[in-house]
């Protein structure tokens, strides 16, 4: 008996030393015990693998030299006996001087019959391993592309986010708060190879584990909804539901932008709703799905009333004023998603810090923020993830110009980024420009600041400018008697929270000789063509997630008027007493 107490009591005090803390980390007292049982437990682990994975990634960064040689040498041994490897002899490279001599720096046109080989079944072409999934992406041409992704990079994200995880919980202690977050993924479509390999996007699903089920506001069946119309719905449905929110999150910000350019167009059916506990029956849903929804939902008349009052008074800061105990914003908002950052930031989410945690492309992790708190977005390489070489800003334009290791850069210099992955790609200029602007220990820590490329990417779909021209000189072809004079297109986004409708699209203003108007189906010929010229942007608007491409004509001389007017009211610099007061009408 007396060995028993002697385990009972210290077993009870843990117990309610757990439930209290349990207590006090729960502003939402309405969950279930075994809820927030599940967040507290699943946080704790949390908490500890990102410490490990933290520690692990700065150990990394005490020899970038040795680590880097290691991870190419390891990758450069598992695919030696393969096809490209045998044609690249990788048996012969002992160390990456030697690497960088053999093998030519690439691009995507590179691999592309390597890739379809794999796509057909046929092994030991490019990787050792059969990848679990053919990415599809863009090249840095814009055109659609496809690139295998093995298992390792998987692990390597994780491993990334892990350390982010713990930047988080140093720099923001209320994130480990038991909240919920509200997760806006969609589920892609997937499609597959001749030999069964999954093709699609490189994303990982909130379900894919088990440990962060009981923190989403969204349930599980939520995630299972393929149409981004009706997924959107529900996630907004869920986290506004919940008066206690303590996180936003999303790949990027464009997702939670837009996500609120339709809160803000369609909160009438949402708040009825939650007034009367129900999913919308209008929504297009499985019956198995709309059962499992419905079953998390109670009548909440006077959340619903709370709601109304906040959206009639507008949308400037909403986040705050629905979620008053909102912590901190996730999500991507450096290059193609920085004007959505910067909506978030100045209007829909006025006064909620913001944390851009990865710098990411399907090829691979690139770097982790390690700094959420700065207002500045600069990421840690990780050397443990890829193989990195920079070439010189001034020689980007050379086919095979030298390059550096990352223990060559220096502070302050501009590089065009190259990388060797796990999944096969070897010297990949991957067009991203950066800028090197810290050292942490040994691993550099840089800015992104452009694509070799500039593009049009409101879904993710990165149509170039050159390859929205052709496109736009094979339309006008479809106009009769059309002559293209000049033109600009630019994403829905740069109207902000007035861009008159919650579907991302294109505006198109072209300036035409030859004809005086165009018809409706005239102007959607445009629409068509970007369709066929672009598979991403095809499946995109086959879903509803973008709407079709807007065509306005503007006044012949309206383009030369804008930039002799923009020229003539040019500003220098704050201070310098410059303003505009009216922009001429086009």
């Given at each position: ?31 279930t015990?075994?809820?927030?049982l ?7 682990y949390?908490i ?17 030299r ?89 692990t ?30 969609y ?68 997702i ?26 209008q ?78 492309a ?7 923020n ?13 050397p ?114 007035f ?73 220098i610099g ?7 007061t ?5």
């Amino acid at each position: 008996m007396i060995l028993l107490a002697a385990f009972l009591i210290p077993t009870l005090l843990i117990l309610v030393l757990i439930w209290s803390d349990i207590c006090r980390k729960s502003p939402d007292q309405k969950r279930t015990y075994l809820s927030r049982l599940h967040q507290y437990l699943s946080q704790r682990y949390l908490i500890l693998l990102s410490l490990w994975q933290r520690r692990t990634l700065e150990f990394s960064t005490k020899n970038v030299r040795q680590e880097q040689q290691r991870i190419l040498l390891r990758r450069i041994r598992r695919d030696r006996n393969t096809e490209y490897g045998n044609l690249y002899r990788f048996s012969e490279i002992t160390n990456r001087e030697l690497y960088c001599r053999i093998h030519p720096l690439t691009e995507y046109g590179h691999y592309k019959d390597y890739i379809w080989q794999i796509g057909k079944g046929e092994e030991n072409v490019l990787i050792s391993e059969r990848p679990r999934v053919l990415s599809v992406t863009s090249g840095t041409s814009g055109s659609t592309t496809i690139l295998p992704s093995v298992k390792i990079t998987t692990t390597t994200f994780q491993q990334g986010f892990g350390a982010c995880f713990n930047a988080k919980f140093i720099a923001y202690p209320h994130t480990r708060n038991l909240q919920r977050t509200a997760k806006f993924f969609y589920p892609p479509v997937w499609k597959k190879s001749e030999s069964g390999i999954p093709i699609g996007p490189n994303d990982i699903s909130p379900t894919a584990s088990q440990l962060g089920s009981s923190s989403y506001s969204t349930p599980a069946a939520g995630y299972e909804i393929t149409t981004e119309t009706e997924a959107q719905y529900i996630h907004l449905l869920f986290a506004l539901k919940d008066g206690t929110l303590g996180f936003l999150e999303a790949s990027f910000a464009s997702i939670l932008y837009h996500a609120f350019a339709f809160l803000q167009h369609h909160w009438e059916p949402l708040v009825e709703d939650i007034r009367l506990g129900r999913v919308n029956p209008q929504l297009s849903l499985a019956d198995d799905v709309r059962l499992k929804l419905n079953a998390q939902l109670k009548p909440d008349p006077q959340r619903a009333s709370q709601l109304a009052v906040e959206f009639v008074s507008g949308f400037r800061g909403i986040a705050r004023r629905v979620w008053p105990q909102l912590n901190l914003v996730l999500a991507v908002d450096t290059g193609a998603n920085k004007l959505y950052g910067s909506h978030l930031k100045h209007f829909f989410c006025e006064g909620v810090p913001t944390y851009s945690p990865i710098y990411a492309a399907t090829e691979g992790l690139i770097g982790v923020n390690l700094w959420p708190e700065r207002k500045e977005q600069h990421y840690l390489l990780c050397p443990q993830s890829l193989f990195y070489e920079f070439i010189p800003i001034n020689l980007h334009e050379e086919e095979q110009p030298r390059t550096l290791f990352m223990d060559e850069v220096k502070e302050n210099e501009v590089f065009e980024l190259v990388v060797t992955n796990a999944s096969g790609l070897c010297r990949y200029r991957i067009g991203d420009i950066v800028k090197v602007v810290a050292f942490h220990n040994q691993s550099p820590v840089i800015e992104f600041k452009y694509r070799k490329s500039q593009m049009l990417n409101v879904r993710g779909e990165k149509i170039t400018e050159e390859d929205f021209y052709q496109t736009l000189q094979r339309a006008v072809k479809l106009w009769p008697g059309a002559v293209l004079l000049d033109y600009c297109c630019i994403e829905s986004s740069l109207f902000g929270p007035f861009c008159g409708g919650s579907d991302p699209h294109y505006e198109v203003f072209v300036e035409i000789g030859g004809v005086r108007n165009l018809s409706e189906d005239q102007r959607y010929k445009l629409d068509q063509c970007l369709q066929e010229d672009s598979m991403v942007y095809q499946s995109f608007r086959r879903k509803g997630s973008i709407g079709p491409v807007r065509v306005h004509i503007v006044a012949m001389g309206s383009f030369k008027e804008l930039t002799d007017f923009i020229i003539a009211n040019v500003c220098i610099g704050k201070g310098c007493g410059c303003h505009v007061t009216a922009l001429p009408p086009i």
